[in-house]
């Protein structure tokens, strides 16, 4: 298996995450406002859950929001990790090639 990803992948996904959250908290308002001709025409449990979920509508959006946050942070500590990674890998590849007598690997006749 070959694991292959570009050094900006993480950051770009980082901010389509950001749209994201963004655009969660609109389509859950936009939610609330098509449900709004709803309103009077459920009795019973039904009632008590749209109730519900319209009056805990803010509470849902900054629970979904926190969790892409999260997972915002998680991206980030993501792309810093592969990029100190890949940083250490540079230095020591430069370093290992520093110490090593290319001179003495040649095959030559003499």
Known sequence: MKFDMGSTTLSGLGKSTVGSSDDLGSLIRLLIAAA???????????????????????????????????????????????TTGDQEQESNAHQNMAGANFDAARFSGR
Request: net charge negative.
């Open 36 to 82: 709004e001709p709803l309103e009077g025409k459920f009795n019973g449990a039904g009632k008590v859950a749209f109730d519900s979920f319209k009056a805990r509508a803010d509470e849902i959006t900054a629970a979904l929001n926190g969790s892409l946050q999260a997972i915002l942070g998680g991206q980030s500590g993501m792309d810093s990790a592969f």
